[in-house]
């Protein structure tokens, strides 16, 4: 499979660096929209042999009679692209812990083959854990837009974050 | 990537072959387990390098100082992987028009490099919609289980599927 292209923010950014982020860097309202990730046909095709082998997503003849119209990409796909784009700009290099889940996961659009998809990522809230003090529970509200501006996917997902790791006081500095 | 194993249902499946079966065949309760699918190292590693490239996903020593202790699966992987036994087993091949989204994915526990995978699958409910009555919504409880039948992954999953047609009328047979 291809890599993913470029995805520069188009607009404010995280004012730290990804390899230096922390669950204090999460608050409520951070984010960017990054992109954009073009979706090839043979990608689409590609990925939905092998995971996804339904006739809209593998067989351009029989998509074009089908409910979409036409090949469109697997939700799945979709949703593996947007990981993509959330682990190249927006996880912490050095905090992330993974994620316990998502919750409504959308698939309101078709992606279709050549589109380019951007991905607009905002806090919802940060919350720190109660019984693991060193670490909080990060959502994010999700959407993957495409060229038009309507969001294709928007999910809601979960990321477990370290702490920023207390700075050495002036003594220990000294010593 | 490899081809998935072969996925035989180990419990009842539905009376009624996935090239024969219509929203009125996804009563609640329907369903069964599928499996087993296994996920290898070599697989876990491609698809994250293209999708999920954190260290715990592609990095095997670096994993091993990680969260988990070790390489483990993208949770998008554990989703793909359902989704194909989904699509081969489960899924009307003849029916199905897309999926409007899934709720409640949730991550529970790591899936680890030789570990067989069982997808356990259940209709909770189905609705006929009000709009376009030649359809209905199926919503699905899924567990991916392991062999200790822990659930490393649940999911709440929505496909629309058509009805089915209604049958030739004697008239109509006869004309």
Not at 63 to 81: E, I, K
């Amino acid at each position: 499979m291809q890599s993913v292209q470029s995805t520069a923010p188009i607009e404010a950014d995280f004012a730290v660096a990804i390899n230096q982020r922390y669950f204090e860097d999460y608050s409520p309202g951070s984010g960017a929209t990054y992109g954009p990730v073009e979706v090839t046909a043979a990608e689409i095709v590609e990925f939905a042999r092998r995971f996804d082998p339904q006739d809209f997503h593998v067989d351009p003849e029989r998509a074009a009679s089908g409910p979409f119209g036409g090949l469109v990409a697997s939700g799945w796909h979709t949703a593996a692209l947007m990981m993509r784009v959330l682990v190249d700009r927006y996880l912490s290099t050095v905090a992330s812990l993974g994620s316990p889940g998502v919750d409504e996961l959308r698939w309101i659009a078709p992606v279709r083959p050549g589109e380019r998809l951007w991905v607009r990522i905002r806090v919802i809230d940060a919350r720190r854990s109660q019984s693991k003090p060193d670490r909080g529970l990060v959502r994010s509200g999700i959407e993957v837009c495409n060229e038009l501006g309507e969001p294709p996917m928007t999910v809601k997902a979960m990321t477990l974050m370290r702490c920023r790791p207390a700075a050495p006081s002036a003594r220990e500095t000294v010593a």
